[in-house]
């Protein structure tokens, strides 16, 4: 019988040195790729295996404490409603934690955004695209900013982030006033939480996302075999995208349900959010993984040195990464205010920074730079999502739903800590 595991390169040298290449390695059977998958995990090298387990997990515990709530498409609609905002404020924080940077004035940034565009709404009556447009550049100005800050004078990043947490929600409040808030009516805004996608359309675009996984995956292993690397079985690449479209046919079928409380109104198909979410998802996800920046930001989060050496702009990127953070979190800053209907002085504050660390966190982004993708904010935040709205279900007191939430963020943070050591100490 062959060998299951073929290596591209011998993994030693006559003399028994490590040759380097002990990881490019390829497996040709079911079999194989699964026990490689568990080497790599006892490797220290977790992904998105703790996110995932917590989304099962949590949603078995729910489901089986209140199984009248939990998993009804009303709920379900929710906790996509619920989660978008912290999701999409992770994505932007992924980018700035692969550097081994924080950014503790992410939430606030959406609230100042969000406070632009709702004046714009209601004292200027500007049409939502420029009020919308005004949040987005506001978002992208601040970042220029507090990039400027970080890479250009070498403020450390905790120290920069936490002087503009104050400072901006000063701003939010000058723009809003004590005590008051803003309201936003805009019908086209307010869709974003409020409307849903048609069911045929829904179903059409979850045809759309599972064809075009497909045909990346496909076509990603067809060009790693033909030019020799490292790639998996032509069975796991099937597994992997049987097990994708399950998940989207299951979303798409349970969202297309009729929802609605009362008799004579339809409430059905995908909530606006989502395929927001999955458009920034996919965006984001080509941008790291498939080009020259995506690779000189893991270059710099690796070891900004060696980076610098090699001709990356180390500078440029820990710019950028702010850029594409505080974008993203006037994004957030937008679909909080559309599901909230109004922004107010607190918007962006209290626990809203946490929660997003935490999803990017558990979902399998590290602390410590140069590991993470932009799908850990979408499972991260899941997790986080199911918490909130799983304890909301089981009317936890607050003081409770804290402790819980917190310890769950102390749990993921010892795990990534645990790992890295894990992996330090194997070689990986």
Same mark, same amino acid.
């Given at each position: 019988?062959?060998?299951?595991?073929?290596?591209?390169?011998?993994?030693?040298?006559?003399?028994?040195?490590?040759?380097?290449?002990?990881?490019?390695?390829?497996?040709?059977?079911?079999?194989?790729?699964?026990?490689?998958?568990?080497?790599?995990?006892?490797?220290?090298?977790?992904?998105?295996?703790?996110?995932?387990?917590?989304?099962?997990?949590?949603?078995?515990?729910?489901?089986?404490?209140?199984?009248?709530?939990?998993?009804?498409?009303?709920?379900?609609?929710?906790? !996509?409603?619920? =989660? +978008?905002?912290?999701?999409?404020?992770?994505? &932007? @924080?992924?980018?700035?934690? $692969?550097? #081994?940077? /924080?950014?503790?004035?992410?939430?606030?940034?959406?609230?100042?955004?969000?406070?632009?565009?709702?004046?714009?709404?209601?004292?200027?009556?500007?049409?939502?695209?420029? !009020?919308?447009? =005004? +949040?987005?550049?506001?978002?992208?100005?601040? &970042? @220029?900013?507090?990039?400027? $800050?970080? #890479?250009? /004078?070498?403020?450390?990043?905790?120290?920069?982030?936490?002087?503009?947490?104050?400072?901006?929600?000063?701003?939010?409040?000058?723009?809003?006033?004590?005590?008051?808030?803003?309201?936003?009516?805009?019908?086209?805004?307010?869709?974003?939480?409020?409307?849903?996608?048609?069911?045929?359309? #829904?179903?059409?675009?979850?045809?759309?996302?599972?064809?075009?996984?497909?045909?990346?995956?496909?076509?990603?292993?067809?060009?790693?075999?033909?030019?020799?690397?490292?790639?998996?079985?032509?069975?796991?690449?099937?597994?992997?995208?049987?097990?994708?479209?399950?998940?989207?046919?299951?979303?798409?079928?349970?969202?297309?349900?009729?929802?609605?409380?009362?008799?004579?109104?339809?409430?059905?198909?995908?909530?606006?959010?989502?395929?927001?979410?999955?458009?920034?998802?996919?965006?984001?996800?080509?941008?790291?993984?498939?080009?020259?920046?995506?690779?000189?930001?893991?270059?710099?989060?690796?070891?900004?040195?060696?980076?610098?050496?090699?001709?990356?702009?180390?500078?440029?990127?820990?710019?950028?990464?702010?850029?594409?953070?505080?974008?993203?979190?006037?994004?957030?800053?937008?679909?909080?205010?559309?599901?909230?209907?109004?922004?107010?002085?607190?918007?962006?504050?209290?626990?809203?920074?946490?929660?997003?660390?935490?999803?990017?966190?558990?979902?399998?982004?590290?602390?410590?730079?140069?590991?993470?993708?932009?799908?850990?904010?979408?499972?991260?935040?899941?997790?986080?999502?199911?918490?909130?709205?799983?304890?909301?279900?089981?009317?936890?007191?607050?003081?409770?739903?804290?402790?819980?939430?917190?310890?769950?963020?102390?749990?993921?943070?010892?795990?990534?800590?645990?790992?890295?050591?894990?992996?330090?100490?194997?070689?990986?």
């Amino acid at each position: 019988m062959s060998s299951t595991i073929s290596e591209s390169t011998s993994a030693q040298e006559p003399g028994g040195a490590p040759s380097g290449f002990e990881a490019d390695r390829t497996a040709d059977s079911v079999g194989g790729a699964a026990r490689a998958y568990v080497d790599k995990v006892r490797g220290g090298d977790l992904g998105a295996l703790p996110a995932i387990l917590g989304i099962v997990v949590l949603g078995i515990f729910f489901t089986i404490l209140r199984p009248e709530t939990f998993l009804t498409p009303r709920n379900m609609a929710n906790l !996509a409603d619920q =989660a +978008a905002p912290i999701i999409i404020l992770a994505m &932007g @924080l992924v980018f700035v934690l $692969l550097l #081994g940077e /924080i950014d503790l004035s992410a939430g606030v940034v959406s609230g100042v955004c969000a406070a632009v565009m709702a004046k714009l709404l209601a004292d200027a009556g500007s049409p939502w695209y420029v !009020a919308v447009l =005004a +949040a987005i550049v506001t978002g992208v100005v601040i &970042g @220029l900013f507090t990039g400027s $800050l970080v #890479g250009l /004078i070498g403020i450390p990043s905790f120290v920069v982030t936490l002087a503009l947490f104050l400072g901006w929600q000063g701003v939010t409040l000058r723009l809003i006033g004590q005590g008051g808030t803003v309201p936003v009516r805009d019908d086209v805004i307010t869709a974003i939480s409020d409307k849903n996608l048609p069911v045929v359309l #829904g179903w059409v675009l979850a045809v759309v996302v599972i064809a075009l996984y497909a045909l990346l995956q496909l076509n990603r292993w067809r060009t790693q075999k033909a030019k020799g690397l490292a790639h998996q079985p032509f069975a796991v690449v099937l597994i992997r995208i049987g097990v994708i479209a399950a998940v989207v046919v299951l979303v798409t079928a349970v969202l297309s349900v009729d929802r609605a409380p009362a008799v004579g109104v339809v409430l059905a198909g995908i909530p606006y959010a989502i395929p927001l979410v999955v458009i920034l998802l996919l965006i984001l996800t080509f941008l790291l993984g498939r080009t020259s920046y995506g690779r000189h930001v893991y270059a710099v989060g690796g070891n900004a040195e060696a980076a610098r050496r090699a001709g990356v702009n180390v500078t440029k990127i820990r710019v950028s990464v702010f850029v594409i953070g505080q974008t993203l979190a006037a994004i957030s800053g937008i679909v909080a205010a559309a599901r909230l209907g109004s922004v107010s002085p607190g918007s962006g504050a209290g626990n809203t920074l946490l929660y997003a660390v935490g999803a990017a966190v558990i979902g399998g982004t590290s602390l410590f730079g140069g590991r993470g993708r932009v799908r850990d904010a979408v499972l991260g935040g899941l997790v986080v999502a199911i918490i909130a709205n799983g304890l909301g279900l089981l009317g936890t007191e607050a003081y409770l739903s804290y402790i819980i939430t917190g310890g769950v963020l102390l749990l993921a943070a010892s795990v990534d800590a645990l790992a890295r050591r894990r992996a330090a100490a194997t070689g990986h």
